[in-house]
């Protein structure tokens, strides 16, 4: 099985989804393809993965339409949810500029389920990062306190120390300025 699927898997298993990986058969056509199933309370999807953005762009409409063949019992028994149904287009190779406007424009066509794409997927990071429209907000970060006047100084480096110390004792704004001028 493909291992950028399995990322997308564990990032979304550990989000809350239920995930099963599945095959579309071959036909005589067309070539067996891997997708990852996912559904919580509110979404349901499928992930396909893509070696290439090119590949990604010449094939997302047949491969949507297989997606969609092949599961459309489900996707009619979800009623409310399949408005929520996303297909997850994805490859590991970067995207080139014109590539990135096509992935864009995949995006916005709304035909059969909402898409999401993105490209240069490597690793749980990057399967993550492709997945993030779909996964919960997490807790803001915890910050530990910082003193702000050496905060300052540490990044106010390229001005002259008495112009800094001035500022940071609360000297009148004059007396500020007046230091710029007369070190300008």
Request: charged content about 25%; some cysteine.
């Amino acid at each position: 099985m493909n291992e950028t699927l399995h990322d997308c898997a564990g990032v979304l298993a550990e989000a809350g989804f239920s995930t099963r990986f599945a095959e579309i058969p071959a036909d005589d056509r067309l070539a067996t393809l891997e997708t990852l199933a996912f559904e919580d309370a509110t979404i349901l999807g499928f992930v396909v993965a893509y070696e290439t953005p090119a590949q990604l762009v010449a094939s997302w409409k047949i491969d949507r339409d297989r997606v969609a063949m092949r599961h459309r019992d489900a996707l009619q028994a979800a009623r409310q949810k399949a408005w929520n149904a996303y297909l997850v287009l994805i490859s590991r190779g970067a995207a080139d500029f014109a590539e990135s406007l096509a992935l864009g424009q995949i995006e916005e066509d709304l035909e059969a389920m909402r898409k999401i794409t993105k490209a240069g997927v490597v690793g749980a990071g990057g399967a993550r990062a492709a997945l993030l429209p779909l996964l919960p907000f997490r807790a803001a970060p915890s910050l530990d306190p910082i003193d702000m006047r050496l905060e300052i100084q540490s990044r106010s480096t390229e001005l002259d120390a008495d112009i800094v110390a001035a500022f940071l004792s609360g000297a009148e704004e004059g007396v500020v300025m007046q230091l710029l001028e007369d070190r300008a």
